[in-house]
């Protein structure tokens, strides 16, 4: 089992920046992807940045080059630049093993929410 805390999520105007956290706990050895995804009210669970073992991302074309995902050991983090209105949703982390984006851990969530 693993068990993922975020942390980071607030209020910030558009332009502004967040970076959230996630900490990994539990059967860390197991994971091989970490990332985040993300739900709007009425909207879908989608993928928002990934990062494998090796340092290999994966982002939504919406976030290319305005978020940056890193990961340190058992840490992912999302440096989010340059925030739109549309950004606004809960975001969760996700970590998993190897063959896919999507994992089957998630945190509890934390929400985002960027004022016109």
């Known amino acids: 089992q693993v068990q993922l805390v975020e942390s980071g999520g607030g209020l910030v105007q558009a332009g502004g920046s967040l970076r959230l956290s996630c900490a990994a706990s539990?059967?860390?050895?197991?994971?091989?992807?970490m990332g985040w995804y993300r739900q709007a009210p009425g909207k879908q669970r989608e993928l928002v940045a990934a990062?494998?073992?090796?340092?290999t991302a994966n982002y939504a074309d919406s976030v290319k080059g305005r978020f940056t995902i890193s990961r340190n050991l058992n840490t992912v983090y999302l440096q989010m630049n340059s925030l739109k209105t549309e950004d606004t949703a809960v975001y969760y982390c996700n970590s998993g093993g190897a063959g896919s984006w999507r994992g089957d851990y998630w945190g509890k969530g934390t929400l985002v929410t960027v004022s016109s």
């Open positions: 539990g059967n860390i050895f197991s994971i091989y992807t």
């Open positions: 990062i494998t073992r090796g340092g």
